[in-house]
Nanobody, 126 residues
């Protein structure tokens, strides 16, 4: 059974950094493209970043470009999201998800993801 578990959230001041981790179990990371999404209460869940199944292609929302970096460690079956220059607008629950079939133009769309984690809270204080 495939499971996705996020960690690394917390409270940080404006301008600070956080690194989120997402561990995939049950299948090898090479079987999936992976994505990070975030959600604020009362708003839709939005795409943040994605990485292709071969680890060679990455995708970013406009809000994340230049500040966030997605990467992965196949040996650890883990995907990372390094977040720098954080602001209050980045406060949200961050979710990691695994997709078995998303194409290059589909990583930002939730229906293409098969497995989701429970989320980790990121709070940026002003």
């Amino acid at each position: 059974q495939v499971q996705v578990v996020e960690s690394g959230g917390g409270l940080v001041q404006t301008g600070g950094s956080l690194s989120l981790s997402c561990v995939l179990s049950g299948r090898t990371l090479n079987s999936f493209g992976m994505g990070w999404f975030r959600q604020v209460p009362g708003k839709d869940r939005e795409f943040v970043s994605g990485i292709g199944w071969n680890g060679k292609t990455t995708y970013y929302a406009t809000s994340a470009k230049g500040r966030f970096t997605i990467s992965r460690d196949v040996a650890k079956n883990t995907v990372f999201l390094q977040m720098n220059s954080l602001g209050p607008e980045d406060t949200a629950i961050y979710y990691c998800a695994a997709s078995a079939y998303a194409g290059s133009n589909e990583y930002r769309y939730m229906p293409y993801y098969n497995y989701w984690g429970q989320g980790t809270q990121v709070t940026v204080s002003s």
